[in-house]
């Protein structure tokens, strides 16, 4: 039986393209645009879907799975900028949150984290286009946190650029005597993001834990 999936922010640069992979993507079947610009809301199609598919924005996204967690629907959460402490998966519900679901970014960070036990002078700059609601952004702020985790400084400073013209690039710069080493990730399409939110949809009811953070996890 296909996942029945519904996409919160449908109308949005980033719900438009997961509409289209959902639709695109063999066992997946997409129930619900949900956007208040489409006139759809979250509460009348919960009662249809599996699994919810978040992308809207930091002032509404907490909202928005505390109502798939009260219905017991998983959620696939891209939005960034909220508080994830205040998210407590029940009912069965399970919930993925990925501040990047590329898999470039993911790459990225994990390689961050190896040169920061060498290197453990680093520093973080994010460009995004103007429209991003929050700064910094949340690959950014995950980056930093998983270079202290792996034995980096407590505070990674980080940089943030909003300009027309981008989508969104990250570069961690690594500074020692005599050498520097830069870690850069540019998105080009929001395409990028697509493989690895049809991989969540297909594997957050499945996840060991109800609450996963990071798309590493749930990567073969
Ligand atoms: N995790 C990732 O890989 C990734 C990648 C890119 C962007 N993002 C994040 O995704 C979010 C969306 O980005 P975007 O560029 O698509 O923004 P956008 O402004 O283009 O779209 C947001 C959409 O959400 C809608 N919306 C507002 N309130 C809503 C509600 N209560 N329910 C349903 N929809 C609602 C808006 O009408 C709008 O259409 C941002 O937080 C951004 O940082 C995450």
């Given at each position: 039986m296909a996942i029945r999936v519904a996409v919160a922010g449908a109308a949005g640069k980033m719900g438009l393209a997961t509409c289209e992979a959902v639709e695109a993507a063999a066992g997946l079947e997409l129930i619900a645009r949900v956007d208040p610009a489409l006139g759809v809301d979250l509460a009348d199609v919960l009662g249809e879907v599996d699994v919810v598919v978040d992308f809207t924005r930091p002032d509404v996204a907490l909202g928005n799975i505390q109502a798939c967690i009260a219905a017991g629907v998983h959620a696939v959460v891209g939005t960034t900028g909220f508080d994830l402490a205040e998210v407590k998966p029940a009912n069965g519900a399970k919930v993925l949150i990925a501040p990047n679901f590329a898999i470039g970014a993911v790459l990225l960070m994990q390689f961050s984290q190896q040169a920061a036990k060498y290197m453990p002078k680093v520093e973080i700059i994010e460009l995004h286009h103007d429209?991003?609601?929050?700064?910094?952004?949340g690959t950014a702020a995950r980056t930093a946190r998983m270079i202290t985790e792996a034995g980096g400084p407590a505070e990674v400073p980080i940089h943030s650029v909003r300009l027309p013209g981008i989508i969104a690039n990250q570069e961690v710069i690594f500074g020692e005597v005599g050498q520097t080493l830069t870690i850069r990730h540019d998105t080009t399409d929001r395409r990028s993001f697509m493989p690895g939110v049809v991989l969540a949809v297909r594997k957050v009811a499945s996840m060991d834990q109800d609450l996963v953070v990071g798309l590493e996890h749930i990567l073969d």
């Open positions: 429209q991003k609601l929050d700064a910094p952004s």
